[in-house]
Structures are given as structure tokens and as C-alpha cells.
């Protein structure tokens, strides 16, 4: 049995995979099917039936599970790879574009082995429990994976965070960017019903009645839009289904109720026991301080979510518009930013409540800041970030240290600068993910192993800021360095595209740009 790296944080950590069901699924744009990909030739190809994400969190190992296995047998019992397996590692060859045999290898010696470091389907910690005040609340994080990724595939960053005392709802998109997924609902109806598979979807894979290239910015477009549904469907199902506030009746119709997924079925919650108790009293934040993270294609749907007001749902024969979130921080991790409006994203005052532009960083891999284009346009969008907390409704401008200026380590007198966007020497795009620390491939690599704990050190610092000490201290602990690019064996009368760049540095150094 393989696990990824335990996690020394305050809190022991439980997961627990959670789907709701759209009485009224969503139809998203107008593209079809143009090849199977686990449906029916012509079916929409972004149809929104239920909203799923597992749940990273503080843990009360002191209970029984939902099923009331005692808590030190699960220990390290829950899969990294979602099941069933077989289908999803078939999901990430066919994104791969490669044989499926390629993936059965690789799910033979690693992936149906490989388990997470967490105590799976046990209740949710009691934070008043273990503070002061009687009142206390586990604030929230959505976290939205790239393209391939799933709801596990970045869990060392979100355990990392839950042991530092978050809620971290990772979701699994069902836009055509995971891997697989499946219809939960249907089989959980039906028992000799065989779930629907959906494999991910290439721009190929779909067609709209437009040209090649307007059909390609569509498809991207339109997976943004039932992103952003996701998450603000998340919210709200998950905000009901805690008890922290009632909805509204005209919405109580849109969700069905929560339901745990085993496998490739949704079952109903027991509504008694522990692990019902600690989910429905109101133990989570819901009315402040949420904060979103993202990587790659994630990170533009972090963007697009503070750039655009919340999206309208058609029910029945009207339309249902959420309230914005009350987010306050968005980390954004390697962003792609070609699925994104030109000229933008910019921050829109009607996405997030108060009229408030929250505190934005966004972390870049070196691969991606050598991609000369993409970084010039990413440099205009955190400026137009960095502009809005001077400006009327916006936050006030975090004027705490941030780092030194030196690139020695812990120097004194440091320059009070805004960390808005950094470059990670020697960071690759999965860095982020948990490919830097799975065994075998992550044991022998210390830069990806290093690069991840410096990721989840400035992840815990800024998203626990208040006034940016937390991010400052950090970031005066690691070294810091100016931005310089340099040929690595560059060949006498190479032409320039043919020389390898990188940055001037060493893995673990830091560029403030």
C-alpha cells in the first residue's frame, strides 16, 4: 500500500465525498456530442444533474464513522484515485490521448494502491470545542481543479489545509475536464441501472454550429459558465444541508438532499448519529470569509467567478439568482488564462458581497512565467487587481512587509511590498498537485517535494491573513531573487527557439514580481 506524506498540522483530518442532485439539471450553452465519450452521439455535451466534492476537515476522531466503523481503522483508507478505478484511469488516457493499456500499468503497481493520509466519513470536528469561543466556526474553502485533475488530485494541499483548521470542498467538476465521472443518482435509483460513464471531453469532442476556432472559445466558455454553477451550487446545498441558514422557499425545490458517495452510488445520510449531529449545527462559516483557490484551469474559474456576477439558474419557468459569496481571499495557482475574456478578467464589485474586492495572490510555476505571452497578460490582470483595493469599495491596501528585498534568507529591514504574484524557481505546472509527492515518482524527486511545502506554507499563511503578517513572515524565510532568464546549454548558432531558458535560481527561491 502506497499514502501520500502525512501531514503534521493541529488538527487530525476526515474526508468525506458529498454529491446533491439538481431536480431541474441544467443545460449549459449549446454544444453536442460529436463523439461518444461515455454518452449518447448529440446529447448536450455540459448537462449539470448534481453537484459532487469530497470534504477535507478538522476530524472528531473521538466518534465513529458514518457507518460506525471505529475511527482507527480507517485510518489511511481512503483511495486516491476515485473508484471505480479501472474507468477512471481509462479517463486519464483517454485525455492523455494514449493506449489504455499505458493505464493499466500504471493502476496495477500505483494507482488502486495509493491511499490518503485521512480518517474517510468520520464527523466533523467541534471547533468550539478547542476555543475560547463558544461560537466558533470552521471557515471554508472551494478548491477547483484543472484540466485531468479530480477532487483528490491536489488532496496534500487541501489536507494541509484542513489540518490548519479549514473546510476544504474540493470539487469534482463534471464539465468534461475530469478524467471520468459518474452518474451517481441514477444507479443509487436503479440497482440493476449501470452508471453512466462520462469521459473528458476535447474541444473535438463537441460541436456547435459555429466555426472551428469560435466553437473552441465557446466550449471553454461555456465549462467556465457550469463551473461557476458548481461552486455557487455547492455553496448554497451545502449551506442548507448544515443548518447555518435556511434558503429561501422559492429555492428549496432546485436541490435534492445531500448524499455521501461510496463508489459509484449516492446513499442517503442517516439523520441521527454523530456524524449527522456534527454536519447540521451550524458548525461551519457560511455569511463571511470564504475563500476560493484554483490551479491552471481552476485558477481561471477562481477568476471568472470574481469577474463576473453570479450566474442565473433556470428553473421551471423563471430564473433563480444566487447571491454573491462572501469571499474574502483567492489563491490562484498557475493560471491558464487563454479560456478568459480579453481584455480582463477585471474584478466585477457583483461578485462578491459588500462590494469588496478580496486579497488576491496568485503563485506561478517557472514553466509557466518563461510562457513570455501569457505572463505579460497575467502581469496586467493582478494589476488591475492590485489597483482596486485603492479605490472606493474596494480593500484597504495590504501595506504589511511582505519580503526582503535581498535574496539572503530572514534578512532584517525588509521592503514593504504587496505579494500579489510570485514565481516559483524550478516549479513545474503539477507542481501544485499531488504528482510532486505520489509514490514512487514523487519519493525520488525533492524538488517537487520541496516545491509543494513551500505551495502549502504560503497557502496556509495567506489564506489565514487578516492584515498580511502571516504572508510577510513566510515569505522573509525563503530566499528572494530578481527575475532572470538565462540559456541552459545553449548550443554556438543555435537559433533562439531552439535554446532552453529558464530562470536564474535554485529550486525553493522565489522571484516578487
Known amino acids: 500500500m502506497f499514502t501520500l506524506p502525512d501531514i503534521a498540522g493541529r488538527y487530525p483530518v476526515g474526508a468525506t465525498t458529498f454529491a446533491i442532485p439538481l431536480n431541474d439539471p441544467q443545460v449549459i450553452?449549446?454544444?453536442?456530442?460529436?463523439?461518444?465519450?461515455?454518452?449518447?452521439?448529440?446529447?448536450?455535451a455540459l448537462l449539470l444533474e448534481e453537484v459532487v466534492f469530497t470534504a477535507f476537515y478538522p476530524a472528531d476522531i473521538s466518534n465513529p464513522s458514518v457507518d460506525g466503523t471505529p475511527p482507527e481503522k480507517l485510518r489511511k483508507s481512503m483511495e486516491w484515485v476515485p473508484k471505480p478505478v479501472r474507468e477512471t484511469m481509462h479517463g486519464y488516457a483517454h485525455f492523455a490521448k494514449s493506449p489504455f493499456w499505458m493505464s493499466e500499468v500504471f493502476m496495477?503497481?500505483?494507482?488502486?494502491?495509493?491511499?490518503?493520509?485521512?480518517?474517510?466519513?468520520v464527523p466533523l470536528l467541534d471547533r468550539a470545542s478547542c476555543s475560547e469561543d463558544p461560537h466558533a466556526q470552521w471557515p471554508l474553502v472551494f478548491f477547483s481543479h484543472g484540466l485531468s485533475g479530480t477532487r483528490t488530485t491536489y488532496s496534500h494541499l487541501c489536507i494541509r489545509l484542513a489540518s490548519q483548521g479549514k473546510v476544504v470542498l474540493a470539487?469534482?467538476?463534471r464539465d468534461g475536464t475530469a478524467p471520468v465521472v459518474m452518474s451517481h443518482f441514477a444507479s443509487t435509483a436503479n440497482k440493476g441501472y449501470k452508471p453512466k460513464v462520462k469521459f473528458?471531453?476535447?474541444?473535438?469532442?463537441?460541436?456547435?454550429?459555429?466555426?472551428?476556432?469560435?466553437?473552441?472559445?465557446?466550449?471553454?466558455?461555456?465549462?467556465?459558465?457550469?463551473?461557476?454553477?458548481?461552486?455557487?451550487?455547492?455553496?448554497?446545498?451545502?449551506?442548507?444541508?448544515?443548518?447555518?441558514?435556511?434558503?429561501?422557499?422559492?429555492?428549496?425545490?432546485?436541490?435534492?438532499?445531500?448524499?455521501?458517495?461510496?463508489?459509484?452510488?449516492?446513499?442517503?445520510?442517516?439523520?441521527?448519529?454523530?456524524?449527522w449531529s456534527s454536519w447540521t449545527t451550524g458548525r461551519m462559516q457560511f455569511s463571511e470569509d470564504v475563500d476560493v483557490v484554483g490551479h491552471s484551469f481552476g485558477g481561471a474559474t477562481v477568476l471568472s467567478i470574481l469577474s463576473n456576477p453570479p450566474p442565473s439558474l433556470a428553473f421551471r419557468d423563471s430564473f433563480i439568482h444566487p447571491e454573491a459569496l462572501p469571499i474574502t481571499h483567492a489563491l490562484v495557482l498557475d493560471p491558464w488564462l487563454e479560456p478568459l475574456p480579453t481584455?480582463?478578467?477585471?474584478?466585477?464589485?457583483?461578485a462578491t458581497r459588500d462590494a469588496c474586492?478580496?486579497?488576491?495572490?496568485?503563485?506561478?510555476?517557472?514553466?509557466?512565467?518563461?510562457?513570455?505571452?501569457?505572463?505579460?497578460?497575467?502581469?496586467?490582470?493582478?494589476?488591475?487587481?492590485?489597483?482596486?483595493?485603492?479605490?472606493?469599495?474596494g480593500r484597504e491596501p495590504n501595506t504589511t512587509p511582505d519580503t526582503a528585498s535581498s535574496s539572503h534568507k530572514g534578512e532584517s529591514e525588509p521592503v514593504i511590498v504587496q505579494a500579489k504574484l510570485l514565481t516559483l524557481i524550478r516549479a513545474k505546472h503539477v507542481s501544485f498537485s499531488d504528482f510532486s509527492v505520489i509514490p514512487p515518482l514523487g519519493n525520488v524527486s525533492h524538488t517537487g517535494r520541496q516545491v509543494l511545502r513551500i505551495i502549502g506554507d504560503l497557502a496556509v499563511a495567506f489564506l489565514s491573513d487578516e492584515d498580511g503578517r502571516e504572508l510577510g513572515n513566510v515569505l522573509?524565510?525563503?530566499?528572494?531573487?530578481?527575475?532572470?532568464?538565462?540559456?541552459?546549454?545553449?548550443v554556438k548558432g543555435a537559433p533562439p527557439g531552439r535554446r532552453k531558458r529558464r530562470i536564474v535560481g535554485e529550486v525553493g527561491e522565489v522571484i516578487i514580481h
Open 108 to 121: 496495477s503497481f500505483v494507482a488502486s494502491r495509493l491511499k490518503l493520509p485521512v480518517y474517510p466519513n
Open 357 to 393: 474586492t478580496p486579497h488576491i495572490l496568485v503563485l506561478n510555476s517557472e514553466q509557466f512565467t518563461l510562457w513570455t505571452d501569457h505572463f505579460a497578460r497575467l502581469q496586467g490582470v493582478v494589476s488591475s487587481w492590485h489597483s482596486e483595493h485603492g479605490r472606493e469599495g
Open 29 to 44: 450553452g449549446s454544444g453536442k456530442l460529436r463523439r461518444p465519450s461515455g454518452n449518447v452521439t448529440r446529447e448536450p
Open 343 to 350: 481584455p480582463g478578467p477585471a474584478p466585477n464589485i457583483e
Open 200 to 275: 473528458y471531453l476535447h474541444p473535438e469532442d463537441v460541436k456547435y454550429e459555429l466555426k472551428e476556432e469560435a466553437a473552441k472559445i465557446a466550449f471553454r466558455e461555456d465549462q467556465l459558465l457550469f463551473r461557476r454553477m458548481e461552486i455557487y451550487l455547492a455553496y448554497r446545498g451545502f449551506a442548507d444541508f448544515t443548518n447555518a441558514r435556511p434558503p429561501p422557499q422559492a429555492e428549496m425545490p432546485l436541490l435534492g438532499d445531500v448524499h455521501i458517495v461510496h463508489g459509484c452510488s449516492a446513499h442517503e445520510i442517516l439523520k441521527h448519529g454523530p456524524f
Open 476 to 490: 522573509m524565510g525563503l530566499h528572494i531573487r530578481d527575475m532572470e532568464v538565462e540559456h541552459k546549454g545553449e
Open 171 to 173: 470539487m469534482e467538476h
